[in-house]
C-alpha cells in the first residue's frame, strides 16, 4: 500500500517514536575523480591494503561516471555509479551501514545500536539543512520522504533521490545496494540474515515458543499516549516467517497499511497477545507514562503479564534498519529464553 506523501511528522514516527512523532541536481558539489586529491587517496589506499587492489581498482575506473535511477517517487535522477560522499536522510541509516557505507552526513539520533560507527558523520538536521549539506560537499543525497518542496531545495546540492524507508528490509537492501553500486554486498547481507531468522526462531521454538502464538508491541508517547506497534520497527521482526502472528486487532492495523495505531488502556486486554513487548521510550514524561502504565490494574491482570511474558527493549536500538536487526536476533533470544 502506497503511503502517500510523507510529512516530517509521520516520517520521524516510524522507529523513533519517542522522537518520532515530535516531531542530486549540483554534480560539479565533489571534485573530479581525476584531481591530484583524489589519486592521491586512491594510491594511498591501495599501498595500505594489497589484498583489496582488484577491488579499488574497480572503483576507481567507475568514478566520474554517472547512469540514470528512478527514484521511489518517480525521479529520474542522473547519479554517480559509485558514490563516495553520501548523506542519508532518514531513519533507517544502519541499512547503509551493513552495506559497508557510512555517510558523510546523516539525521542523528543518540542511542542507536550504532552510535560508534557513525561517530564522524555530520548531523543535518531536521529539517534537512541545505546550507548543512553544502558544506559536506555530497555527491549523492538518499532522502526518505516524499515531500516534493523539500525536494526540490535538497535536490539543488547535488543528485538526490527519494527512498521508501517503509519497505520491507531486503527491498531496502537491494534498492540500496543497486544505488550504491553494492550489489553483491546486499544479496550475501539478505542470504546471511535470512539463515540467522531462520535459525534464531529454531532456537525460540525449542526452547517453549509455541506454534501459532501472538504478540504485541507497545510503547508510550509524551503526553500518557499509548500506542500498538503494527508494520514498523520490531513488529516487521516478530510477525515475519516462523515468528509469532499479531492479534487480530493488530492485524486491522496492518490491514490498513498502518505502522502503529494510538489506543486506550482499555483496548489492551483485546489488543495484548500471548507474549507482549514493550519499546521503552526516551523522554522522562514517557518513561514516567510507562510505569504508570506497568503499576495499572489493566496491565497486571493481563494473561501475558502473569505468565512472566513480557520482554522489554529500548526504543531506539530496536529499530527497523539492517544492523539494529542484526542486534536484534541476539538480544531476542537472550530475553525470551529463560
Not at 64 to 92: A, L, Q
Request: glycine share 6%; charged share 25%; proline share 5%.
Amino acid at each position: 500500500m502506497k503511503k502517500g506523501i510523507r510529512n516530517t511528522a509521520v516520517l520521524l514516527t516510524v522507529t523513533w517514536l519517542s522522537i518520532l512523532l515530535l516531531a542530486c541536481g549540483n554534480q560539479t558539489s565533489t571534485p573530479s575523480a581525476g584531481t591530484d586529491d583524489s589519486k592521491t587517496v586512491n594510491e594511498t589506499q591501495t599501498n595500505e591494503d594489497q589484498s583489496n587492489q582488484e577491488q579499488t581498482a574497480s572503483v576507481d575506473n567507475s568514478e566520474g561516471e554517472t547512469r540514470m535511477f528512478k527514484d521511489w517517487t518517480g525521479h529520474d535522477v542522473e547519479v554517480p555509479v559509485t558514490p563516495k560522499r553520501v548523506i542519508y536522510h532518514g531513519e533507517v541509516t544502519g541499512d547503509l551501514l551493513a552495506l559497508g557505507v557510512v555517510p558523510v552526513g546523516i539525521l542523528r539520533q543518540e542511542g542507536t545500536v550504532y552510535d560508534d560507527q557513525v561517530a564522524q558523520a555530520e548531523d543535518v538536521g531536521f529539517p534537512l539543512s541545505v546550507e548543512k549539506a553544502l558544506t559536506l560537499n555530497p555527491d549523492l543525497i538518499i532522502f526518505s520522504n516524499s515531500d516534493e518542496a523539500q525536494y526540490d531545495q535538497i535536490s539543488k546540492v547535488a543528485p538526490t533521490v527519494t527512498f521508501d524507508s517503509f519497505a520491507s528490509l531486503d527491498d531496502r537492501m537491494r534498492i540500496l545496494g543497486d544505488l550504491l553500486n553494492k550489489k553483491p554486498e546486499a544479496e550475501a547481507w539478505i542470504t546471511a540474515h535470512q539463515q540467522a531468522t531462520e535459525e534464531m526462531w529454531k532456537q525460540l521454538h525449542e526452547n517453549g515458543l509455541k506454534e501459532g502464538e501472538t504478540a504485541s508491541v507497545f510503547t508510550m508517547y509524551p503526553g500518557n499516549r499509548l500506542f500498538v506497534m503494527a508494520g514498523a520497527g520490531l513488529p516487521q521482526l516478530l510477525y515475519g516467517a516462523d515468528g509469532m502472528k499479531p492479534t487480530a486487532e493488530i492485524q486491522k492495523v496492518l490491514d490498513e497499511g498502518m505502522g502503529f495505531a494510538e489506543i486506550s488502556t482499555e483496548k489492551l486486554p483485546e489488543i495484548a497477545g500471548d507474549r507482549v513487548f514493550i519499546l521503552d521510550p526516551v523522554t522522562d514524561d514517557a518513561k514516567q507514562s510507562t510505569k504508570e502504565l506497568l503499576d495499572s490494574p489493566i496491565w497486571k491482570n493481563l494473561p501475558a503479564v502473569k505468565e512472566g511474558k513480557v520482554y522489554r527493549f529500548d526504543l531506539v536500538k530496536a529499530s527497523s534498519d539492517a544492523t539494529s536487526r542484526e542486534w536484534l536476533l541476539k538480544e531476542l533470544p537472550k530475553q525470551m529464553i529463560q
